[in-house]
């Protein structure tokens, strides 16, 4: 393993995606952002998308700006991101947070299962999906069991614990494709269809692998899924999320919020709810207009890039960043908790030292790296194909390896504050 920068450099010049980097704003040419997993960078081109949006399309066009595009958005957006997940025009929309989208969504599939009473879920969910599943069971009296697939190392779930939990009793289970916090990715046509074999509905959350890995919904027969827009599909802080409804189920589907723009004919404005007849009715309210130009614009740039060139890369980010951290920090004290198996993780990549914590603010505050800390011990490196580089990469182990050389996390204290 060669751990020079050279060696870096030397990738970074064959690497055919590396000119997006230099699509995206960047003040701070020595820092390295380790975190467009949680809050992507922002692309040039939106900052001239939303030139356009203040003046133009609200400041000229005002109200008609709805009817001459904005009405169109949440659709149209949500077809180009069907193309990002394996999906079908008229499957995807973009609207609320995937928080609220799940809600709409599980509460819609246990409708669609009556007779069942079991959840199922994993240890490793990100917590707002685990409390979406515990509000959903409470909302319809408690009548649920909610089981959570068990982990043996931490880091993965074995497919045993998958059949040993689903069965005949399930209703809907509900995961995240890729996890949080180890980056453990599951085989989803596999369990999709082993979930379907059993009866029960199925639902990813897709905001750690839209943009990062292939996704195929329509080929794994996924009945629902959700995503953010913010992780690797760079539409800003709190852009809108998207959600997934398979075309056969849009017509059974219920949405559990009755909203005028999830109506038939929202601006007829019938006294009584009649439902879309598509995935529409899953629209709540009026749409958060003023994010829709920078998710259209991430996702322009993924589309361009190509999902299978973007994953080849995650792929040789990630597994260059665990030959570095094999080599340089193991040595003190540091280990893996993301999957080696490649087929097995996403683009980010935990490395667990029990000074983790204090490791992660010297790397913020003393070094420019921008990672960030997941409790109790991981320091997530996220890589973002389109725009993190080999040199990154070194950068961040090198700086690393100095913090701990020089025990740099000793100026800090391991009280935890605000967003990690
Ligand atoms: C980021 C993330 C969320 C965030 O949900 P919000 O409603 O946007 O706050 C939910 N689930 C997973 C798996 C995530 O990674």
């Known amino acids: ?45 939106t900052i001239d998308r939303y030139d356009h949006l203040l ?39 973009v609207a609320d947070s995937t928080t609220i989208n799940l809600f ?10 009556p007779d069942r009473r079991k959840i199922v879920s994993d240890v490793f969910n990100f917590p707002t999906d685990l409390y979406v599943l515990q509000s959903c069971n409470h909302l319809k009296g408690d ?3 909610i089981a959570l697939l068990n982990s043996r190392d931490g880091v993965s779930i074995d497919w045993d614990e998958i059949e040993s939990v689903i069965d005949e009793n399930t209703a809907v289970v509900s995961l995240s494709h890729v996890v949080f916090k180890s980056g453990f990715m599951y085989d989803a046509k596999r369990l999709t269809e082993y979930a379907h074999s059993k009866g029960a509905l199925v639902l990813w959350d897709l905001c750690h692998s839209t943009g990062s890995v292939p996704v195929a919904l329509n080929e794994w027969g996924a009945d629902f899924a959700v995503g953010c827009t913010y992780k690797y599909l760079n ?14 189920l849009q017509e059974k589907a219920m949405p559990p919020i009755w909203g005028w723009y999830g109506d038939s004919k929202p601006f007829a404005f019938d006294l009584e709810y009649s439902p879309a007849g598509d995935v529409r009715r899953f629209l709540s309210g009026t749409s958060s207009i003023m994010s829709y130009p920078a998710i259209e614009c991430g996702v322009d740039k993924l589309l361009e890039a190509g999902i299978e060139q973007l994953r080849k890369k995650s792929i040789a980010l ?24 490649v087929n097995l993780r996403g683009s980010h990549v935990s490395i667990q030292h029990e000074e983790g914590y204090r490791i992660n603010c010297a790397l913020i505050n003393e070094m420019n790296v921008v990672p960030d800390f997941r409790e109790p011990n991981n320091i997530r490196l996220g890589l973002a194909p389109l725009y993190t580089s080999f040199e990154d990469v070194w950068t961040t182990v090198e700086r690393i390896r100095v913090i701990m050389a ?9 009280t935890r504050i605000g967003v990690t």
């Open 1 to 45: 393993m060669d751990t020079s920068l050279d060696f870096a450099r030397n990738l970074d010049s064959q690497d055919p995606l590396a000119s997006f980097r230099d699509e995206f704003y960047s003040a701070e040419p020595d820092m390295i952002y380790m975190d467009g997993n949680s809050l992507g960078r922002l692309p040039l081109e």
């Open 143 to 145: 009548r649920y069991q």
């Open 235 to 248: 539409g800003g802080p709190g852009s809108p999320a998207f959600l997934f409804v398979r075309k056969g």
């Open 104 to 113: 709409k969504l599980i509460m819609a599939a246990l409708d669609l299962k």
């Open 55 to 93: 003046k133009k399309e609200w400041g000229d066009r005002l109200i008609r700006s709805w009817n001459e595009k904005w009405i169109t958005w949440p659709a149209a957006i949500g077809d180009k991101i069907a193309k990002l997940v394996g999906a079908s025009e008229g499957e995807c929309l």
């Open 406 to 414: 020089e025990e740099k996390y000793t100026h800090f204290s391991s």
């Open 318 to 341: 990630s597994s260059y960043l665990i030959d570095l951290v094999d080599e340089v920090l193991a040595p003190y004290g540091f280990k893996l908790g993301t999957p080696r198996d």
